[in-house]
């Protein structure tokens, strides 16, 4: 996109290249243009600093005694089939565990835990759709009442019903990520299965007017799944005209082959770390806690929330091996990392 075609109130942000002399990127592999930033004016001290050390933390790999931020899937249950979805992979080739959601007493005791080490953030999230789960908004007020500073969804909205939304905000949300990849019709149904683009237009319209009317710290973002083809291109530039004057931004990552069948690995960039080691846990409805969102198939489990504390699972042996092998340069020694498309992101 020219800087011609973006108008002033506008910024396109994230570096998506991989250069031969690494540039550290705390948020590799996707873009977004910012439309405004009305809700960062609503935000505490305690915030900001929260997210400095999201970048300063992985950049000077600086070990600390607990993540910053936990990545719950509350659910593994989704309403959707979506053909780039890993999950749907899993499902359509009988390698999907059972379905469930987390009880909760479960959910309580991963918060308190989260609150009494110090977790700044959480997103409910992974291979299932949040707002599935049927205590969603008991779960996002109980982390705000515990203290939890940013409390965020991954959702497909198609969920997202009025009396659900504005439940939500009362709750306490902070941000909401809604995955919107389309406004053709036909290619949103095709790209969301099972849902339609008028039923998640509407719901997150409505969303946003409640959110205008009395939560103006909630960020609304969209986001969609993009592929090295002009018609998604025009589809990107739709959401940008479509949403303008609606929500805070729109992003869009490329879509990566996730079939275990046709997966190969990657040349080493000479100089890469990840951030995601310094900063985060993975908590599987499973019970399995890995280390990066890239691991649907829990191909590098370091604990078990379910039997372990999380503590001991972020200063266990397994973690601080593998922090080790980023801090010195050495990722390429992880079979699972070879496989990493994060360092080849364009």
Same mark, same amino acid.
């Given at each position: 996109?020219?800087?011609?075609?973006?108008?002033?109130?506008?910024?396109?942000?994230?570096?998506?290249?991989?250069?031969?002399?690494?540039?550290?990127?705390?948020?590799?592999?996707?873009?977004?243009?910012?439309?405004?930033?009305?809700?960062?004016?609503?935000?505490?001290?305690?915030?900001?600093?929260?997210?400095?050390?999201?970048?300063?933390?992985?950049?000077?790999?600086?070990? =600390?005694?607990?993540?910053?931020?936990?990545?719950?899937?509350?659910?593994?249950?989704?309403?959707?089939?979506?053909?780039?979805?890993?999950?749907?992979?899993?499902?359509?080739?009988?390698?999907?565990?059972?379905?469930?959601?987390?009880?909760?007493?479960?959910?309580?005791?991963?918060?308190?835990?989260?609150?009494?080490?110090?977790?700044?953030?959480?997103?409910?999230?992974?291979?299932?759709?949040?707002?599935?789960?049927?205590?969603?908004?008991?779960?996002?007020?109980?982390?705000?009442?515990?203290?939890?500073?940013?409390?965020?969804?991954?959702?497909?909205?198609?969920?997202?019903?009025?009396?659900?939304?504005?439940?939500?905000?009362?709750?306490?949300?902070?941000?909401?990520?809604?995955?919107?990849?389309? =406004?053709?019709?036909?290619?949103?149904?095709?790209?969301?299965?099972?849902?339609?683009?008028?039923?998640?237009?509407?719901?997150?319209?409505?969303?946003?007017?409640?959110?205008?009317?009395?939560?103006?710290?909630?960020?609304?973002?969209?986001?969609?799944?993009?592929?090295?083809?002009?018609?998604?291109?025009?589809?990107?530039?739709?959401?940008?005209?479509?949403?303008?004057?609606?929500?805070?931004? =729109?992003?869009?990552?490329?879509?990566?082959?996730?079939?275990?069948?046709?997966?190969?690995?990657?040349?080493?960039?000479?100089?890469?770390?990840?951030?995601?080691?310094?900063?985060?846990?993975?908590?599987?409805?499973?019970?399995?806690?890995?280390?990066?969102?890239?691991?649907?198939?829990?191909?590098?489990?370091?604990?078990?929330?379910?039997?372990?504390?999380?503590?001991?699972?972020?200063?266990?042996?397994?973690?601080?091996?593998?922090?080790?092998?980023?801090?010195?340069?050495?990722?390429?020694?992880?079979?699972?990392?070879?496989?990493?498309?994060?360092?080849?992101?364009?």
């Amino acid at each position: 996109m020219s800087e011609k075609e973006k108008n002033n109130d506008e910024t396109l942000v994230g570096n998506c290249d991989a250069p031969e002399g690494y540039e550290f990127n705390p948020n590799e592999t996707y873009k977004e243009i910012v439309f405004r930033e009305e809700w960062k004016k609503h935000r505490s001290k305690e915030y900001f600093d929260y997210r400095q050390k999201w970048d300063s933390i992985p950049r000077n790999k600086e070990i =600390i005694d607990y993540p910053l931020h936990l990545d719950i899937e509350t659910t593994n249950i989704c309403n959707l089939k979506c053909p780039m979805c890993p999950r749907t992979l899993q499902v359509d080739d009988g390698t999907f565990g059972e379905l469930g959601q987390m009880t909760w007493d479960q959910y309580k005791d991963i918060i308190d835990q989260a609150v009494e080490m110090g977790v700044k953030s959480i997103k409910l999230n992974y291979l299932g759709e949040p707002m599935a789960h049927k205590q969603v908004v008991k779960q996002v007020a109980y982390a705000k009442e515990k203290g939890i500073l940013d409390v965020m969804m991954n959702s497909n909205a198609s969920l997202l019903r009025k009396d659900k939304g504005l439940a939500l905000l009362e709750a306490g949300l902070d941000n909401m990520f809604v995955s919107f990849d389309a =406004i053709d019709p036909e290619l949103f149904e095709d790209r969301r299965l099972g849902t339609s683009l008028g039923r998640v237009l509407d719901n997150v319209y409505e969303f946003v007017r409640l959110r205008n009317e009395r939560f103006p710290h909630v960020q609304v973002r969209l986001s969609m799944v993009m592929y090295k083809s002009p018609i998604w291109l025009e589809q990107f530039e739709g959401l940008r005209i479509m949403w303008k004057r609606l929500v805070d931004a =729109i992003g869009y990552g490329f879509f990566v082959e996730r079939d275990r069948n046709k997966l190969g690995e990657y040349p080493e960039v000479k100089g890469y770390w990840c951030a995601q080691p310094f900063q985060r846990m993975f908590l599987k409805y499973n019970g399995n806690v890995t280390i990066c969102c890239v691991d649907d198939i829990d191909e590098v489990v370091v604990g078990d929330w379910r039997n372990m504390k999380l503590s001991d699972i972020w200063n266990g042996s397994k973690y601080s091996e593998i922090r080790k092998l980023h801090s010195d340069g050495e990722y390429y020694k992880m079979k699972m990392c070879r496989k990493c498309y994060m360092p080849h992101s364009d």
